[in-house]
């Protein structure tokens, strides 16, 4: 074997990352160049020569961190992004150093043992059936994919149609049945399952964005056949959740006038479902446990390094036939399920590595507090933003905040709202993200890194007063 002195570029690595880390609090949040700039100081052709690895890292950084976002900075509110926990970061590295493809038990013991124990604290943290088979996924895309292919073919199933075998070919009509708020990766998933994302049947929400239960009650009962119902906990806007107890009886009482269980209950749970590991707001996702599947992302809320989405579904066996894997080549289980039962991918990294590192270094009690404070500086931010000039505070619910402006004698409140958001952008004191909500362009402070604290809720007032001063 030839030999490897690893040392020299993990030290170059080191250096460039402390450095990086340490400067989170002094950077402008907003990346000062934009992907075309960075591509274009990126060697253009192919070299023929290489570099020494040290090198390559240090040319690495240096064309990239002007493109690079604060996103550790507790001034980052944009799309709903964690920060990243120490033990997480720590943890990924490891991941990185192990290379080990966290798919086959018997190939790959440790990573699959420490997926299964973090998957297992992952059930215990959220309250969910502890049969439940956990996979981790690149984000709430990939869970939302892998969730629906087995709950697509469980409810066709019923129907005696195997979609293993057969496909789509000749496979009765499935309903989708979403709130008129529902997150756009859903749709996108629905295209992935060859169900169509126009056919889904979209049920009225309210003014805070929730599925109104007696329009879905309605729906259900003037359906027939295979039926997939998605509730959303945390609307991805405004941080409204369905009101999943009145969900899950209307769901119960249309199954009990089948003749076949052909209904499946998922619920979107990308960041909000992750209130019921905290204190204070668990109650918004109560009945959550009665579903058959749920999503959620631990890169947003459980503050652990990207990419790591959730996929959790109730009954192992529905998943493992829908997506699972077998060949000749393949070993087969060991004691514990192998993750390529779990997840879409064949190769993947130990994603679940950080998320058992971030829970054993936090504990219940340091993530349900890690919750709860998020919660806190957003209404925080709301309060502030409710007493300053010309802004109005249109929704505010656990972590997320969405803002607008009056308008002027000269603009709209949407024109308004727009060169706001612009100015803040640019100033670079934070970074929300843009966003329309009911109707009317708005921007959206999502309070989702475990570094936020009062000092950044002050900082992002001032930032935003400012813009809208100058734009009076």
């Known amino acids: 074997m030839l030999d490897a002195d690893f040392n020299p570029a993990l030290d170059v690595a080191n250096e460039l990352a402390q450095s990086w880390l340490a400067g989170t609090g002094d950077r402008p949040v907003t990346a000062p160049a934009d992907a075309a700039s960075v591509l274009a100081s990126l060697p253009a052709d192919l070299p023929v020569v290489g570099l020494d690895p040290g090198e390559v890292l240090r040319e690495l950084a240096a064309c990239a961190e002007p493109g690079l976002a604060g996103t550790g900075s507790g001034r980052y509110l944009a799309l709903v992004t964690g920060g990243v926990l120490p033990s997480a970061l720590g943890a990924d590295w490891l991941v990185s150093a192990w290379d080990q493809n966290a798919s086959f038990g018997e190939l790959y013991p440790a990573a699959v043992a420490i997926e299964h124990a973090a998957g ?20 709430a895309q990939g869970a939302n994919t892998a969730t629906l292919l087995a709950a697509r073919n469980a409810v066709l199933t019923a129907h005696g149609h195997d979609v293993e075998a057969r496909g789509l070919q000749g496979a009765p009509r499935v309903n989708v049945v979403v709130g008129d708020e529902q997150h756009s990766t859903v749709f996108r998933s629905l295209r992935f399952a060859g169900l169509g994302a126009d ?92 579903a058959d599947s749920w999503t959620c992302d631990a890169h947003k809320w459980l503050n652990v390094p990207y990419d790591c989405g959730i996929s959790i579904v109730r009954s192992p066996e529905v998943l493992a036939r829908a997506i ?67 802004v109005m505070v249109r929704a505010a619910e656990i972590n997320q905040v969405i803002i607008g402006c009056n308008a002027t004698a000269a603009r709209s409140a949407d024109e308004r709202t727009k060169e706001v958001f612009a100015a803040v952008v640019a100033e670079g004191v934070c970074h929300p993200s843009s966003t329309v909500w009911k109707g009317e362009f ?23 007063e400012r813009a809208v001063a100058a734009s009076a």
């Open 120 to 139: 297992r604290w992952v059930l215990q943290l959220l309250d969910l059936p502890a049969e439940s088979a956990v996979g981790f996924t690149t984000g």
């Open 199 to 290: 056919n889904a049947i979209r049920i009225p929400t309210d003014e805070r964005g929730r599925m109104v239960p007696s329009a879905l009650a309605a729906a259900l009962e003037a359906i027939d056949g295979a039926t997939i119902v998605y509730a959303q906990a945390g609307n991805v806007n405004g941080g409204g959740f369905d009101p999943i107890s009145e969900i899950a009886d209307i769901i119960d009482a249309h199954r009990a006038r089948r003749d076949r269980d052909d209904t499946w209950f998922h619920i979107d749970g990308a960041f909000g479902l992750w209130v019921r590991a905290g204190h204070r707001h668990s109650g918004l996702a109560a009945g959550s446990e009665r």
């Open 324 to 390: 699972g894997l077998q060949a000749a080549y393949l070993p087969p289980p060991g004691g514990i399920p192998n993750p390529v039962d779990l997840v879409p991918e064949a190769s993947r990294r130990a994603r679940g590595v950080p998320i058992w590192a971030a829970i054993r270094a936090l504990g219940r009690d340091g993530v349900a507090d890690m919750i709860d404070r998020t919660c806190d500086r957003a209404a925080e931010l709301a309060g502030r933003l409710r007493h300053s000039n010309d």
């Open 442 to 464: 708005g921007i959206r402070l999502s309070v989702s890194n475990w570094r936020t604290d009062t000092d950044d809720v002050e900082a992002i007032v001032g930032s935003i």
